[in-house]
């Protein structure tokens, strides 16, 4: 018997990646760009956040940024997000340029995220938070919906479908019915990228998804952030302060020092950079 | 009855279902929670299902013979593919799921498994990552396709396709499986389930369809299960309970099984759908009535003043059933008020509204755990049995339940005490063999078919039910030749939430004295509660205070030993209470957290002089090994304490294992 690769059978990454090949298996495929971010400048008033940043996110690929506290990773993710306008520079998604947006267009064009200091719904059911992603893709208005019948009770029927596939996927069952506020931090994580998947995202923009969890919770978080890129095509950009995390899940990681860029590449470019080295551990002065 | 002239003819596990889908093809056999949705499979559906997936192996070559391991927790589509493996004429070999790869590889190279089916990415992980050491295997499915899109799949295969391809091959493998099916009678075997393997390697029980089916059938009967029953399967598929409950019992009744969404839900699920027939081992129900309680000490005053009240009345009224006495116009007037305010609304809320028989097994049930779940109105009962038997040797009948007695043998069992006091039973469910262990086989069963336990008991000659007193092994006499058995004792003992851990000494002695080790969570919370400083372990556990409340406890034990006819000189004249934990890294305790006698009794040989010496303290010096391996060693003086001893109840008289 012939067996395809596994993650416990292979020893190292390249040992992986060959054994795939010699089995015909289809290896997880980059694609275009999808997002082109060029020379983006942003201040509030005298400080400069990002200073001159360009680099870009392509098609179905897990892309990090990271850097030290205050190298200005927040600010990047909300820039993509459209929630900061920046000063200078263009952002390029799919082939257009983008103007100044509102949160809410964006996310109809298919950028969804999660937040550092998660932002859910306390009292709400995990079932409803998770619902409130779906918002975007309601179609009847606040009558039916009040209403609740005919075409309003079928859609809500939909939305209840792709919601409870996600709960499946993230295997929060137990907990679909207790209010949030009562879940462990790191459920509540889940539970948050868990509505950032309701809406359906083509990009998904996840600010620092393992902060402040133990080492069991970040290895499932883990899991479920390949899960997501490797079942639905996602294309995932995260912001992450765990460095062995970010070594290990993504394709390509961006590093920020002082609003700066100061490496751009795969992992291991990444981690032989002498000034990504310095910006983590410190120059010494002597 | 029809179904006894049937029975007959449907005597393996394909035949009942072809016979169930064509008698009751409209009534529910599954059910499993699904994306928040309970869904539901009919007999007649089931019967569809299972034959396309029969089909479907048999396209992948399986033969008969052949062995099928599955891997995963409670799923029908899993119950369901052990008997499309009895349909090609191939055994099932359910595998516990959370094994590690490591005892997986055993299990499935000694059962010589050629196709595995799996519920998902973790089990196919691990089968592949060591079927470089199973020549045997052939083919890999597997249910939940999340995370193996992209493995190599030419010998693994999903479930729905397999299913697929046999659907397809009715008309070329169709003819061949039904004679498969005809060809299969009741000798043949069924299943093989693995022992857990606590004690050495894991051993193979082979049981046959008429193993199965005749015990399922005499214990279904025996219980009035009839088809309109539900019972909910969460316990591992592995374990032979499950497979008589889930598989045996459902089969040949022909009720409904239905699987929890997850094992987390389970609780949930079980309230959802009010499971008429329900099994917990005692674990269960401790939980259960913890949680119960945690939330009537949040509850308001009004609530839980009821209900201290109702449950006290509950507890008032099975006690007086015990004896025998007549219940008055206010006790029955209290019971109705009680049912309508307390007992209805916590059956309720437990999933119990509508269980006629509920059932726990596997260790010592606590009497108060026991009675209250009796109390409120479930009809708890216990059963004893082994995967040899089939599980069932002994069940409480439903108007005869005794908290110290297992019940009586199930139809078909005969029971024999040894002359050490052990119980031997025979039965149409006694095992087939040890797979490949003919000495093992050898040495549980006789040429007459008689098993040997391992456990010591004796006929209760009052009630004709079978008593389970101890491990054949640990029984021992006192000096004057009374039968002694310790872990009963310490099972009684450790029924107190104070008492933690206790050994009890006495074989070869004149009286029994014990060893005591506190619960350092109850006894420190009680120690806050009474404000009682106490710097360590050894201080708190050498408190007078502390002495006096297991003194007590001690001598409440007394009280209930003198009560019993068979156990009344075994009640403990001395203790002391142990300066450290027994701990499992000291070797005092097995991995299992099981009393080490003899280990106990050598290192502590100074302090068992004493209690025996009749000292009052007594100076000690102990090693102990720390979690990190590196050793130390702690001194103490412990004191010692007789206790007052109760007379033997005046129907007490010595007898003798029968």
Known sequence: MSHAPTAAAAETDEEYAAAEEAHGIAVRQIGEVVMDIRNITLRFGGVTAIRDISFDIREGEIRAIIGPNGAGKSSMLNVINGFYHPQDGEI??????????????????????????????????????????????????????????????????????????????????SIRKTPVGRLPYGLQKRVELGRALAAEPTLLLLDEPMAGMNVEEKEDMCRFILDVNDEFGTTIALIEHDMGVVMDIADRVVVLDYGQKIGDGTPDEVRKNQAVIDAYLGVSHD | ???????????????????????????????????????????????????????????????????????????????????????????PVPVYQDSVAEELAYVLDHAGARFVLCEDQEQVDKVLSIAERLPELKHLLYLDPRGLRNYDHTTLHPFEDVQKTGRAAEGSHGAEIDRRIKATTGADT??????????????????????ILLTARASAEFDGLVETDSTLAYLPMAWVGDFIFSMGQAYTTGFCVACPESAETMMHDVRELGPSYFFAPPRIFENLLTTVMIRMEDAGFLKRRAFHYFIAHARKMGEKARLGEATTGRDRFLTFLGEMLVYGPLKNMLGMSRVRIAYTAGEAIGPDLFNFF????????????????????????????????????????????????????????????????????????????????????????????????????????????????????????????????????????????????????????????????????????????????????????????????????????????LHKELDADDGELTRTRKVRRRTIAEKFADLVDALYGGKDEIYTETEVTYEDGRKGSITATLAIRDVPTAAPAASAQPRQAA
Not at chain 2, 495 to 511: C, K, M, Q, T, W
Not at chain 2, 533 to 560: D, F, G
């Open chain 1, 92 to 173: 390029w998604y799919r082939g257009k340029k983008r103007g100044p947006m509102k949160p809410h267009q964006i996310a109809r064009l298919g950028i969804a995220r999660t937040f550092q200091n998660i932002a859910l719904f306390k009292g709400m059911t995990t079932l409803d938070n998770i619902m409130t992603g779906r918002l975007t893709k309601m179609r009847r208005n606040m009558i039916w919906q009040a209403l609740w019948t005919g075409p309003a009770e079928r859609e809500e029927i939909e939305h209840r479908a792709a919601v409870e596939k996600i709960i499946d996927f993230l295997e929060i069952q």
């Open chain 2, 1 to 91: 009855m029809t179904e006894a002239v049937s029975s007959a003819a449907n005597d393996t596990f394909p035949k009942l279902l072809r016979h169930n889908a064509q008698t009751r093809g409209k009534l529910p056999a599954s059910r499993e929670k699904e994306f928040g949705i309970w869904q539901s499979w009919t007999w007649a559906e089931v019967h569809e299902e299972t034959r396309a997936l029969a089909l479907g192996l048999m396209t992948l070559g399986i033969e008969p013979g052949d062995r099928l391991a599955i891997i995963g927790t409670n799923r029908p589509r899993l119950y369901w593919s052990m008997v499309s493996a009895q349909m090609a004429g191939a055994v």
């Open chain 2, 190 to 211: 069924s299943v093989m389930l693995y022992t857990s393997g606590t004690t050495g390697k894991p051993k193979g029980v082979v049981l046959s369809h008429d193993n």
């Open chain 2, 374 to 577: 009796r109390s409120i109105g479930i009809n708890l009962k216990q059963l004893y049995g082994q995967t040899e038997a089939s599980v069932f040797i002994t069940q409480h009948p439903n108007d005869a339940v005794v908290l110290e007695t297992v019940g009586v043998p199930t139809p078909g069992v005969e029971i024999r005490i040894g002359d050490n006091g052990e119980v031997f039973y025979r039965s149409p469910g006694v095992f087939q063999e040890y797979y490949k262990n003919a000495e093992a086989t050898a040495d549980t069963k006789d040429p007459e078919g008689w098993v040997a336990t391992g456990d010591a008991g004796f006929m209760d000659p009052e009630s004709g039910q079978l008593r389970i007193l101890d491990r054949a092994k640990d029984v021992g006499k006192l000096a004057n030749g009374k039968l002694f058995a310790p872990k009963y004792i310490e099972n009684k003992l450790k029924f107190f939430p104070n008492i933690l851990e206790a050994v009890v000494f006495g074989h070869d002695r004149d009286s029994c004295m014990a060893f005591i080790n506190i619960d350092l969570a109850a006894v420190g919370n009680w120690a806050e509660r009474n404000n009682i400083a106490y710097a360590s372990y050894q201080e708190l556990a050498q408190h007078p205070r502390v002495y006096e409340m297991i003194s007590e406890n001690i001598a409440e034990t007394n009280r209930s030993l003198a009560e019993d006819t068979m156990l009344s000189h075994c009640q403990i004249t001395r203790f002391l209470v």
